[in-house]
């Protein structure tokens, strides 16, 4: 069974940096697209970053230049380096792995920034 665990969550001032880390572990098949994506209160989940196994990479707009996501494949490790946080990034961070036909998610990790 292929479990995700992130790390790497907390409070930080605006201005500060955080990365956070998803292990995938229980895969047996190659990993397609790992990504991360955050949900704050009252609002719909929505993507901030996703990598290939290859390497490439998509931003939200909202994060492009602040954030940086990169992947392990020997580890099946995915990582978000987020610098020049803002308030507005304050949210739960997901990450997820597509796996063949299938998507795993973990379970989240809060992310929060104080003005």
């Known amino acids: 069974q292929v479990h995700l665990v992130e790390s790497g969550g907390g409070l930080v001032q605006a201005g500060g940096s955080l990365r956070l880390s998803c292990a995938a572990s229980?895969?047996?098949?190659?990993?397609?697209?790992m990504s991360w994506l955050r949900q704050a209160p009252g609002k719909q989940r929505e993507l901030v970053a996703g990598?290939?196994?290859?390497?490439?990479?998509n931003y939200a707009d909202s994060v492009k230049g602040r954030f940086t996501i990169s992947i392990d494949n020997a580890k099946n490790t995915v990582y978000l380096q987020m610098n020049s946080l803002k308030p507005e990034d304050t949210a739960v961070y997901y990450c997820?792995?597509?796996?063949?036909?299938?998507?795993?998610w973990g379970q989240g990790t809060q992310v929060t920034v104080s003005s």
């Open positions: 990598i290939t196994s290859g390497g490439s990479t």
């Open positions: 997820n792995a597509l796996v063949g036909p299938y998507v795993h």
């Open positions: 229980g895969i047996k098949f190659s990993i397609n697209t």
